[in-house]
């Protein structure tokens, strides 16, 4: 009876022992996977060609009066954008009344050299240039070559960034105008919209 009732005992530990030893089964956690990272968004390029409209106002002085001006002006260019810098070059047209003077006015031609930097949809920039620039007044004319300098900033909006609003400051100098013993000083101020091709 005693042998019988170890050798039952004897066989419920057997049975049990190797479901105990190994212990509380570990379940492998699953890898985590990692969400794809999106590319950055390329910057904006200004590489291309533009044209546009300009309001303009500002000044010119003869060294005795000041007179007030009011105008407009075109412009068509091309910039190449060149990852941190931009460069380029621009031909303009800008016409504007004198205030309190009759049939009088100031155009300019102008070619600029452009050099900017690329701050994405915004581009701060300076450029220097040559005018040929004209005064008229009631038919009489006077022209000569002038300088022209000065600094600006654009902004591109829209779904392309085909739009860009500008504004721009000019000064434009001539001593000796036309050979009349008068120096010219322009200054004009601009507001532009140009549309990138």
Excluded at 76 to 83: E, Q, R, S
Excluded at 101 to 119: M, P, Q
Aim: one cysteine or more; glycine letters at 12%; aromatic letters at 10%.
């Amino acid at each position: 009876m005693m042998n019988t009732r170890s050798l039952a005992i004897a066989c419920l530990v057997l049975a049990a022992g190797p479901a105990s030893a190994g212990g509380p089964v570990v379940v492998a956690s699953e890898p985590v996977v990692a969400a794809p990272v999106a590319p950055a968004a390329p910057s904006y390029d200004w590489t291309g060609f533009y044209a546009g409209l300009a309001l303009t106002m500002g000044s010119i002085d003869d060294g005795t009066i000041s007179y007030d001006t009011q105008g407009f002006g075109v412009q068509a260019g091309y910039l190449h954008d060149l990852g941190r810098f931009v460069v380029g070059g621009e031909l303009s047209y800008s016409t504007s009344d004198l205030e309190d003077i009759t049939d009088a006015s100031v155009s300019s031609t102008r070619l600029k050299l452009i050099g900017g930097f690329d701050a994405g949809r915004v581009l701060p920039y300076a450029f220097i240039g040559v005018s040929d620039m004209k005064l008229d007044e009631g038919g009489d004319t006077a022209s000569d070559t002038a300088t022209a300098y000065g600094i600006g900033a654009r902004f591109a909006f829209g779904a392309q960034g085909r739009l860009v609003a500008g504004v721009e400051y000019l000064v434009e100098k001539k001593d000796d105008f036309d050979g009349s013993a008068i120096d010219i000083d322009n200054r004009e101020f601009a507001l532009r919209l140009d549309y990138r091709f």
